[in-house]
């Protein structure tokens, strides 16, 4: 039976996909958020999903819904006060998710890195071969009736995974990250490893990630990468061209064919696999894996790219130094003989503090490097480190750049510039096509 439904945050990166998977079950749902315009909002606005703002009153009207309430909230919020103080029914996100899981043959994705993109290529081939379901963290959802798969992207940030208890896992790798909430890198495995014990029939890892050969858990365990003698789904014979990636896959020796993605850099090839191995795992169509894989367009904000004015702009959420080289690379691939630029929007001061030295040593791999002023958070609004101290650590230097004075950037206009961050780096390309754009209309 249909049940009603009431999202305070619902334009959150997991509340929204949630929200439009509940939706298309039949549910009746409705939700509230800040006003200002995020691209999350517009599946939830396409599928007619009302988005109020937050006001202590909604609560009132909508007393008689579940209320789901987002993980960014503390108790003071205006809308999770007025519901704890009337005694509603409220349900944290990840228990709403767990509700989920129950219902289907979950496959979670959980990864310092990759698990949005790995989550997004998973749930394009299954979606293809099987009734399935899917939770993505880049503010896409789709729920299917009875769905046979439900595929989840696992957040591991506050061990927000931990009350996920998926049928499989595949864990992209093991690093330290969110420095103000995790300790260090011990910290971050524990999460991991508790998250993995919960896993119910099997759990695919990277097998170079050292953490994850550490792993102990109960149910089996299958590596994927391209270590002869180590990895139980091994890659070999992979040819990088401008259109993609070619690569070969066996099981324990027993040959599963070769494969073709239409993305870029190493890091997908891993990805790729991850997925070819749940799929043989679960006994499903290799062929129709095959045929899918070839159709991804990849997910919102990983590789985004667009030619705007002749100028190529790619649009990625890397925010830590193990995405950026990654990003970097794929950009490599695909633009072998093209200037390469990068454009980098530090998030968190406390970030910053972790990995200033690793940021300028990944970020020198680019032919030119411009920052952007360090992306705060709610919890760190200021802080003791500026983007300056990163640029002064990079070979050659960096020049830093603000929303309003993004000239120097017109001078690569045969080059390809990598615009990332997780912050609202965003904007600043924006302003950046905007800029284009003028110039553009003078010329004519």
């Known amino acids: 039976?249909?049940?009603?439904?009431?999202?305070?945050?619902?334009?959150?990166?997991?509340?929204?996909p949630l929200a439009q998977i509940l939706h298309d079950q039949g549910n009746e749902v409705v939700g509230s958020d800040i006003d200002k315009f995020t691209y999350t909002q517009a599946p939830l606005e396409k599928a007619g999903i009302k988005i109020l703002s937050?006001?202590?009153?909604n609560i009132e009207k909508y007393k008689d819904y579940i209320f789901v309430r987002g993980n960014a909230f503390e108790d003071d919020q205006v809308e999770v006060r007025a519901a704890l103080d009337a005694v509603v029914k409220m349900i944290s996100y990840p228990d709403a998710v767990a509700e989920q899981i129950a219902q289907a043959t979950t496959i979670a994705v959980a990864g310092a890195h990759g698990k949005t993109s790995t989550t997004g290529m998973l749930a394009h081939v299954m979606k293809n071969v099987a009734r399935t379901s899917y939770l993505i963290g880049d503010g896409t959802g789709h729920g299917v009736k009875d769905s046979q798969f439900f595929v989840l992207e696992a957040d591991e940030y506050r061990r927000h995974f931990k009350p996920y208890h998926p049928d499989y896992a595949i864990l992209t790798n093991i690093d330290f990250d969110h420095p103000d909430y995790y300790k260090d890198l011990d910290d971050v495995f524990s999460a991991f490893e508790d998250f993995a014990k919960g896993v119910k029939k099997g759990i695919v890892a990277w097998g170079d990630d050292p953490s994850l050969q550490k792993l102990t858990v109960d149910v089996p365990l299958y590596y994927y990468g391209d270590v002869a003698g180590r990895d139980d789904f091994l890659i070999d014979q992979i040819d990088k061209e401008t259109d993609g990636s070619n690569f070969h896959v066996s099981f324990r020796g027993k040959d599963l064919g070769k494969f073709f993605i239409p993305i870029f850099g190493q890091h997908n090839i891993f990805n790729a696999t991850a997925v070819i191995a749940v799929a043989y795992l679960e006994g499903l169509d290799l062929d129709g894996i095959r045929e899918h894989l070839k159709t991804y367009p990849g997910v919102k904000r990983r590789f985004s790219e667009k030619v705007v004015d002749g100028v190529t702009i790619i649009d990625d959420y890397a925010h830590h130094p193990t995405e950026i080289q990654a990003t970097l690379d794929a950009a490599r691939q695909e633009h072998p003989d093209k200037e390469i630029v990068a454009v980098f929007q530090p998030h968190t001061f406390t970030r910053?503090?972790?990995?200033?030295?690793?940021?300028?040593?990944?970020?020198?791999?680019a032919d030119k490097v411009y920052l952007t002023p360090i992306f705060g958070s709610a919890r760190e609004a200021t802080g003791t480190v500026t983007a300056e101290d990163i640029a002064k650590e990079i070979p050659g230097g960096a020049t830093i750049i603000t929303e309003d004075n993004l000239s120097p950037l017109l001078n690569h206009e045969n080059g390809v510039l990598v615009f990332m961050g997780a912050g609202d780096i965003e904007k600043y390309e924006f302003a950046f096509e905007k800029l284009l754009g003028q110039i553009q209309s003078d010329r004519s």
Do not use: N, Q, R
């Open 352 to 365: 910053v503090i972790a990995y200033k030295d690793e940021f300028a040593k990944v970020l020198s791999k």
């Open 1 to 16: 039976m249909p049940k009603k439904y009431y999202f305070i945050g619902i334009k959150g990166t997991g509340m929204g």
């Open 54 to 57: 937050f006001d202590a009153k």
